[in-house]
């Protein structure tokens, strides 16, 4: 196609006035701001390489009601705990009335014998919220260790005070790229044909080393049923149940320990395992209530949780939201110091 020339006078973007003879015509002056448009007040200075100092310490936590133990990590000797509760509400049956963390004002949480008050047998509010602080073991602790293939399920009398735990048979240090998990029954009673006065529904993680299903006293019936669920060791494996692969038991390699020990056990199989360790020191539950500040005397892992019945969650509904924050000695290791 020819090209075709621009005529004389015509600019790429325009017309040229010069080429027309015309004056361009004269620059008008944007109109000047209404006065309560322009802004008077300093300028908010940020730290660029740091959280905002104006923002409250601490994470916050979601702590359902149907959850028994909500974990909020660990504290070390002298070491200090800030909670603040933020907002939210609660219910503890179907249609009930929401409440705070305060609870039920004059209503203390009681159950003996048939059921246990997360937070005390009356003693504190029912669903006020608390703090259970779990003593850790001291480095080095070791327990006598028994281990139980679990298979389609078991039942047993505790013999002594122990806990007890869940596991999958694998590589205890390995378990980063496991898949699935098994969903079990665990019931307490006083014997095999007497009905249970606690039960509830767990899910076993296959990423999980230990999901702990508590402390046992001697003379607790223990049922644990196998519901439903599967698992692998790898992403991409086959799954199985609670039984493992067959054929392929669990065999370590240089720095790796199965769980249940050299080639005992199917790998993958889902295994009870019992401690007999020495009574940990017991720290009664705390009612935070709108919030709590404190200072660990141990070492320690911390919960928050529904004073409610322990086996009746499953009709609670709601949560609380709950800001924590944790730090070293002394309040200005977690409240940042404002000017």
């Known amino acids: ?4 020339a621009r005529p ?10 010069a080429a027309c003879g015309a004056p361009p015509p004269p620059e008008v002056a944007p109109p000047a701001p209404p006065p309560d448009a322009i802004a008077v007040s300093a300028p908010r200075i940020l730290q660029v390489a740091g959280p905002d100092p104006s923002a409250p310490p601490g994470d916050v936590v979601r702590v359902d009601a149907r959850t028994a133990r909500t974990p909020i990590g660990t504290l070390r000797p002298g070491e200090r705990l800030e ?3 933020e907002g ?3 219910t503890y049956f179907a249609g009930g009335p929401p409440l705070g963390a305060s609870g039920e004002a004059g209503r203390p949480c009681t159950g003996a014998p048939a059921h246990r008050c997360l937070g005390g047998e009356g003693t504190l509010p029912m669903m006020g919220l608390v703090l259970l602080s779990i003593p850790r073991d001291p480095p080095g602790a070791r327990c006598a260790a028994h281990v139980l293939g679990a298979g389609r399920g078991i039942e047993f009398r505790v013999p002594e005070d122990m806990d007890v735990a869940l596991a999958p048979n694998d590589w205890e240090d390995a378990l980063a790229d496991n898949e699935g998990g098994i969903r079990v029954a665990v019931e307490v009673g006083t014997g095999p044909r007497v009905p249970a006065w606690g039960k509830r ?3 076993v993680d296959a990423r999980a080393a230990r999901t702990e299903l508590g402390r046992f006293r001697a003379g607790d019936y223990l049922m644990v049923t196998i519901l439903s669920g599967g698992w692998s060791s790898a992403s991409g494996r086959p799954r199985v149940g609670a039984e493992g692969s067959p054929n392929e038991p669990c065999r370590s390699a240089g720095a790796h ?4 020990g050299e080639g005992a056990v199917a790998s993958m199989a889902l295994l009870l395992l019992t401690s007999t360790c020495p009574p940990k020191v017991e720290i009664p539950p705390r009612f935070v209530a709108t919030g709590l500040d404190t200072v660990a005397e141990r070492d320690v892992d911390l919960f928050l949780a529904p004073n409610d019945w322990e086996d009746g969650l499953w009709d609670n509904s709601g949560a609380l939201l709950v800001r924590v924050a944790k730090g070293g000695r002394g309040a200005a290791a977690i409240r940042r110091e404002t000017p």
């Open 83 to 85: 909670l603040t509760v």
């Open 1 to 4: 196609m020819a090209s075709l």
């Open 8 to 17: 004389a006078g015509v600019l790429a973007l325009g017309l040229s006035f």
């Open 88 to 90: 939210g509400s609660w």
């Open 201 to 203: 529904e767990i899910q």
């Open 257 to 260: 320990r199965c769980v249940a």
